[in-house]
């Protein structure tokens, strides 16, 4: 099973951008797809999720109204578009894949069996 993120770059404040990850190797169509982040020197972080039982969507309260997660299941591949891009947005870009466990631990990157390599985001002021 492998998850391949890509649509990083370099981007200007209030810019956007739009990062991909295709999963292969399985099934996800019922697996919540999420992604995290992590900046330097900081922790990971919990950004945005699509369960994969019914579609529900949630959003770290940092990235509300400007990020949106999607995904085509057809293609086993999820969407998140970052709009009105921040310098603190300045990030690696991870996605992720699991199980639903339910949603006290739906933001929780323990949760999530499968990672994607990352894709850096950078935002210049």
């Known amino acids: 099973v492998q998850l391949q993120a890509s649509g990083g770059g370099l981007v200007q404040a209030g810019g956007s951008l739009r990062l991909s990850c295709a999963a292969s190797?399985?099934?996800?169509?019922?697996?919540?797809m999420a992604w995290f982040r992590q900046a330097p020197g900081k922790e990971r972080e919990f950004v945005a999720v699509?369960?994969?039982?019914?579609?529900?969507?949630y959003y770290a309260d940092s990235v509300k109204g400007r990020f949106t997660i999607s995904r085509d299941n057809a293609k086993n591949t999820v969407f998140l578009q970052m709009d009105s891009l921040k310098s603190e947005d300045t990030a690696i870009y991870y996605c992720?894949?699991?199980?639903?466990?339910?949603?006290?631990?739906?933001?929780?990157?323990?949760?999530?069996?499968?990672w994607g390599q990352g894709t850096q985001v950078t935002v210049s002021s």
């Open positions: 992720a894949a699991g199980p639903d466990r339910g949603l006290p631990t739906i933001r929780l990157g323990y949760q999530y069996n499968y």
């Open positions: 190797g399985g099934t996800f169509s019922r697996y919540n």
């Open positions: 699509r369960r994969g039982s019914g579609g529900h969507t």
